[in-house]
């Protein structure tokens, strides 16, 4: 059974940056898809980034080249590093691990991960 907890957020101005982070209890080393999700206010929650196979990584447009997913395997430790903030990326980030199944939805779908963090918020003002 694995258990992920999210920190790290916290308030900053646009143009500031925060860095995340999702420690996992148990093994998450066999987790096809690691990934960071995002939920604002009165939306639906989005895939953000995720990383395939501990090998790629993928980035959702309105992140790339502002955001970078990374893992230390040693540390069972999930991260993201968020530059550039801007107020549209304030939201509730979680992340989720898919486990060990080969098949299934794409790294970016929900239905893809079997465990979630609580959630941690963060807030970007103008």
């Known amino acids: 059974q694995v258990h992920l907890v999210e920190s790290g957020g916290g308030a900053v101005q646009a143009g500031g940056s925060l860095r995340l982070s999702c420690a996992a209890s148990?093994?998450?080393?066999?987790?096809?898809?690691m990934a960071w999700f995002r939920q604002a206010p009165g939306k639906t929650r989005e895939w953000v980034a995720y990383?395939?196979?501990?090998?790629?990584?993928y980035y959702t447009d309105s992140v790339a080249g502002r955001f970078t997913i990374s893992q230390d395997n040693a540390k069972n430790t999930l991260y993201l590093q968020m530059n550039s903030l801007k107020p549209e990326d304030t939201a509730t980030y979680y992340c989720?691990?898919?486990?060990?199944?080969?098949?299934?939805?794409?790294?970016?779908?929900?239905?893809?991960?079997?465990?979630w963090g609580q959630g941690t918020q963060v807030t970007v003002s103008s």
């Open positions: 989720a691990a898919s486990g060990p199944r080969s098949l299934g939805p794409p790294c970016s779908m929900e239905g893809r991960y079997s465990t």
């Open positions: 990383i395939f196979s501990g090998l790629r990584n």
């Open positions: 148990g093994d998450t080393g066999g987790s096809v898809c």
